[in-house]
């Protein structure tokens, strides 16, 4: 069947989560599109190499068109080597650290500390090639074809409606959003999204298996794969219009 999209949810610097989804893909063509929904690093040990392996290595095996959006990690860090943010490097839970020293080559173990010198290069975040901050500028912030919208992190309200994403004034709030109301009121084409961990989301409102809260989510109209890659959950590919799913685990 040609035509399809496979969303491809929050990857967080796990290589080896996101090979082991990709093997489990059919084959693709040149019909069928592979979209990311972004937050390729943070949190993982391998934040360049998923980046070096999405934009240099798939393109040339992949066969399918290939798409890739921006995640609130990667605006993050655009802030941060811009000038504009540097406490996004503080806290431990944002990653920061792994992604540093994935970038140097040097090891990282989960609950490092930064080192007086690691912390100050963070947040400056100079340690980026600069091939790799172009592309991070270069990431869509939505992306839409007939089976549904995909965007990072959801949808914005406004006086009682939801935007389409081309329609919202500040594209970075694609990115950070984070509301009951979007996944339990949004009513309209369906919509895959990543960012908020599905553990987080109400089970009972889930058509796919709402007995697993860590599985995908899909609510009416909103579809959420973000099933915490790179931070101890696993990798989630959704294949449309199947509604077929290819995980790492």
Known sequence: M??????????HG??????????????LDDK??????????DRGANSAEVVQYIRTELPNV???KLVCLRGNH???WLRVASGGWPEFVIPLAN?????????????????????????????????????????????SYFYEDPHAIYVHAGLVEKDGAWLHPSHTENPTQLLWVRTMRFFQGYRGKRVVCGHTATENLPPELSSFTPEDPLDMWVGENVTVIDTGCGK???????????MKVYESR
């Open 2 to 11: 040609a035509q399809r999209t496979f969303a491809v949810g929050d990857i």
């Open 14 to 27: 796990d290589l080896e989560a996101l090979k082991k989804a990709i093997a489990k893909l059919p084959l």
């Open 32 to 41: 069928d599109t592979l979209v990311f929904l972004g937050d390729y690093i």
């Open 62 to 64: 992949l066969g399918a």
């Open 74 to 76: 990667e605006d993050g």
């Open 95 to 139: 990653g920061c650290l792994a992604t540093l020293r994935s970038f140097r080559q040097q090891p990282w173990a989960d609950g490092d500390l930064p080192t007086r010198e690691e912390l100050q290069t963070m947040q400056h975040g100079g340690f980026f090639p600069e091939d790799v901050l172009d592309w991070m500028n270069s990431l």
């Open 232 to 242: 101890g959950g696993f990798l989630t590919v959704l294949e449309l219009p199947a």
